[in-house]
């Protein structure tokens, strides 16, 4: 499993490791259900700041090219990129480029406290100190160059107390008589964050908080309006009591606030869903994934892990909303070559992160993007997707080769977006139904600010390998009417291990599971007046992307990929085709070898 940006860690034989296991405002934040979401002015005459995350972030971060081994990037060795004047001229270029369009944020990632050898600097309180060879005019400089452009400044940390900073228990804490790195973390000086980097901090002692306040006033002090908090747990490959940070998390939230400064507090990577609640309650962003970099001779690659979150986006997307955003990490879709992807990639990367209201910060190289990165990284109209009050969007279809995924805008349109994740060309359709809605609808093509005119209960499009399309779709028809079935009816079979079970959040307050190694659930008694192929509406409940095989009246069966529903408490729904005959058919779930998702319902048009 490929690690975060703290991955990074200078020892060879870490290094080695991560290769393998893959790596000014007046205002004052108020703790609260979203984190530190909402804000009040101070009494300084200044204009109030907005909330913090009202909408995902835009900006650009350093981790995707210190990282790379394209070539001429890090010429004095791993990671030597990250300097004040390399990060200046991407805030510069960031500036002139790409500000209009609301890109705001510079943040700088690893590294900026530790050499070219990665050997440390920390101040005499234990606090990170900038490299002066890197940063030679220090971290306060650069958020003022950045400020005095009209843009966001954004830094980085590990969780925990990092090893280095330990001093042997003698090293003072700021503005905290008596206490001492002794005191802020547990005796037996267990370890913590994805890389045992760090020190575990121990809350039940006040000085772990005093400790935090002055890592946040120091940075508050500079002028920094963003944090990445990185290696926190549960998540970051690690799991148990040793690698809980919510505590260093909630601390993080209550020094932000006593600050008086509205920092923005983002967590990273691959966040424990089951602690959702706590990153929504604490924070304003949270990494859903491992790192998009290859850690390769480009920047990213497809298969390395872009592709996965068409996989891992799904169960996170209802937790996604103002005062707090899934983050799918860089996108990095500018450069062209130096990305790694051909340009069908680059649109689907954007087109996914748009639609799922992902935070929009590149990691390219903003000196030297490509017509049309360019294009991708500017298009108004799905930045608006993004930025705007339409939801995040999930799929409606199953998490197949060809896909598609679909929110409800406020004004009763749709944004739907088509997915061929195959490695070859083939054509996807959007089907009506799948919204529920019959007849006509209007389409318009957002990549190419093109109306396509109107589409008769269906629009189908020839995609590249991995390719996409983003349209705008407006209903001018009715509203699908459907017949629906319940799994737990007793007019069903089940067999082998299936059987009914109570679930709170199904239709009827039941489902059937158990679907697993042979075990089926056959709809019986399913009508229809006409014959033809059906977009069945499918309720179901799914912990994990699960494969299931449906077919009808006992023929042949096609295998379907239900995307996660978060957790097993959480029904969600797809379209699937089943061809039917008129009168009475049967509909059969069979989970074949493997295991399938629980069934709520189904839910059958009242005309193909």
């Not at 510069?92 to 590294?111: H, M, Q, R, S, T």
């Not at 400044?153 to 002794?182: F, Q, S």
């Not at 890592?215 to 920094?224: E, L, N, S």
């Not at 967590?267 to 390769?296: F, H, M, N, P």
Request: aromatic fraction near 10%; charge should be neutral; proline fraction near 6%.
């Amino acid at each position: 499993m490929r690690s975060s940006s703290y991955s990074a860690l200078p020892a060879r034989a870490l290094r080695a490791l991560v290769v393998l296991a893959l790596a000014a405002g007046a205002v004052t934040a108020l703790p609260g259900p979203a984190g530190a979401g909402t804000a009040r002015s101070a009494t300084t005459g200044t204009t109030p700041a907005a909330p913090l995350a009202a909408k995902p972030y835009m900006g650009w971060s350093s981790w995707s090219m210190q990282s790379s081994k394209y070539p001429g990037l890090n010429p004095d060795g791993d990671y030597s990129w990250l300097t004040e004047a390399n990060v200046l001229k991407q805030a510069d270029a960031l500036a002139a480029k790409l500000k209009k369009y609301g890109y705001e944020y510079v943040n700088i990632d690893a590294g900026w406290w530790r050499d070219k050898d990665w050997k440390p600097g920390f101040d005499r309180y234990g606090r990170q100190q900038a490299d002066p060879i890197r940063f030679p005019r220090g971290m306060k400089a650069v958020a003022d160059h950045l400020h005095a452009k009209g843009l966001k400044a954004g830094i980085y940390l590990p969780v925990g107390l990092e090893k280095e900073a330990y001093g042997d228990g003698k090293v003072p804490v700021l503005d905290a008589e008596g206490c001492t790195t002794a005191d802020i973390v547990y005796g037996d000086l267990r370890t913590t964050n994805g890389w045992d980097s760090a020190y575990k901090l121990d809350f039940s002692d006040p000085c772990a908080q005093k400790y935090v306040d002055s890592q946040a006033k120091m940075f508050a002090d500079w002028g920094y309006d963003f944090l990445k908090l990185d290696g926190v747990g549960p998540g970051s490959g690690k799991s148990g009591d040793r690698y809980d940070n919510v505590a260093d998390v909630a601390a993080w939230n209550k020094a932000i606030a006593a600050t008086g400064r509205p920092i923005h507090l983002e967590l990273s990577w691959s966040l424990d869903i089951g602690r959702v609640a706590d990153w929504k309650k604490y924070s304003q962003g949270w990494r859903i994934d491992t790192d998009v970099e290859c850690y390769c001779n480009t920047l990213v690659s497809w298969e390395n892990s872009v592709d996965d979150r068409w996989d891992d986006a799904p169960g996170w997307t209802r937790h996604a909303g103002p005062g707090g955003w899934n983050d799918l990490d860089s996108l990095d879709v500018g450069n062209g070559e130096m990305d790694g992807l051909t340009k069908a990639e680059r649109q689907s990367y954007a087109t996914l992160w748009a639609i799922a209201k992902s935070p929009l910060y590149t990691g390219d190289d903003l000196t030297r993007l490509d017509s049309h990165g360019l294009s991708l990284l500017t298009n108004r109209e799905v930045i608006a997707v993004n930025q705007g009050a339409t939801p995040p969007a999930r799929p409606v279809t199953p998490s197949d080769p060809q896909q598609v995924w679909a929110a409800k805008n406020p004004d009763g349109s749709w944004t739907v977006a088509l997915f061929n994740l195959a490695d070859r060309p083939a054509a996807v359709t959007a089907h009506w139904a799948s919204l529920g809605l019959t007849g006509k609808a209007a389409v318009r093509d957002l990549w190419n600010h093109e109306n396509l005119g109107s589409y008769q209960d269906r629009i189908t499009q020839a995609l590249p390998a991995h390719g996409s399309r983003l349209f705008t779709v407006t209903p001018r028809g009715g509203t699908l009417t459907t017949t629906g079935y319940e799994a737990e009816s007793a007019a069903n079979t089940l067999s082998g291990n299936a059987s009914a079970a109570d679930c709170s959040a199904c239709s009827g307050g039941r489902k059937v599971g158990n679907l697993y190694l042979g075990g089926k659930l056959t709809f019986q008694k399913v009508v229809v007046d006409r014959p033809g192929t059906y977009q069945v509406k499918v309720a179901y409940v799914s912990g994990d992307p699960r494969s299931v095989e449906v077919s009808a009246n006992g023929g042949g069966a096609t295998s379907h990929k239900f995307p996660s529903t978060g957790d097993w408490g959480t029904a969600e729904t797809v379209s699937v085709p089943v061809t039917l005959k008129a009168g009475t058919n049967t509909i059969t779930f069979d989970s074949g070898s493997g295991y399938a998702p629980d069934i709520d319902r189904i839910d059958v048009p009242k005309s193909s």
